[in-house]
């Protein structure tokens, strides 16, 4: 199916949600405000984001509701009145599913869970995923282990893209050293420094980076193993839409609770240039719950 002809279609339902994200209107109405039948929009809409219209309204409330617990000092159950949900006992169930821990709890450790929240689905990100920018079903391979040697540093996930386009234009598009492995490619990685998964932390807490070119060793290993590789086509800012979609809607749906703890991208030196990145997103996969 070609999804391209329905872009406008969803991110008009998408912006009725967000414009009545506070109040109960039934999720028909986003669906009639998409000017398509229900039957079409929910299977385009599941196809392509592994979910429904309803959990994603669900998740977004939760997410607007988690930070609105850290900006505001209101009492909880005022805060609920806010999002037109009268029961604090329903609302905390399901925040609890969604962030693992109870909003009381969320606001006293000053949680900020970055890939837990729902993010708005933008119209960029829409036409994104939509037109092909990032493959919505992913190749499974068995990936020999290998070390990136290269800049090594530090990055938050509310920063990362800013980090990622300053060091990849600085660094990266100048190594094409005869010394590399592989010098037609250069390599990105992004891991967690504690034991959470890069799904579970906070998007200020920072993950260590390493930009450079493959070597058989001497510098970041990567373990040999299956991965999920996802193909990455656009600008370099529309790479936080390419993890989004990964970490928001692939990955829960698909690896169901055991999360990784790094990422690796493989980009294509002469395909990309400061405009647009073409580049290969390998995810550990692990088919085993925790």
Known sequence: MDYRNYTR????????IEKNIRTDTEVAESIKAAGMSQASFWRVFKNVFGTTLSAYKRQ?????????????????SDICMEYDCDSPEIITRA???????????YRKDGINKHFLERHRLSEMTIRHVMCGGISLK????????????????????????????RVFTKHILNMRTSAADDADFSYFYAGSHAS??????????PVKITLGVRRPAGGREIPAGKYAVFLH????????SSYEYIFGYWM??????????FVFQKIDNKASNIRRVRSEIYVPFYTAAR
């Open 252 to 261: 829960k749906e698909k690896m169901r609770g055991k999360y990784p703890m």
């Open 95 to 105: 925040f609890k599913r969604q962030f693992g821990v109870t909003p009381a709890r």
């Open 60 to 76: 977004r409330k939760l997410t607007l509701f988690a930070r609105r617990l850290n900006s505001s000092a209101k009492k909880i």
């Open 9 to 16: 279609n969803i991110s008009r339902a998408i912006a009725h």
């Open 233 to 240: 086509n656009g600008p370099a800012r529309t790479m936080l």
């Open 196 to 205: 959470s998964s890069l799904l579970e932390i906070d998007r200020e807490t």
């Open 138 to 165: 992913p190749r499974i391979c068995a990936e020999r282990g290998f070390s990136i040697h290269g800049y090594n540093g530090s990055m938050t996930l509310s920063n990362g893209i800013k980090t990622v386009t």
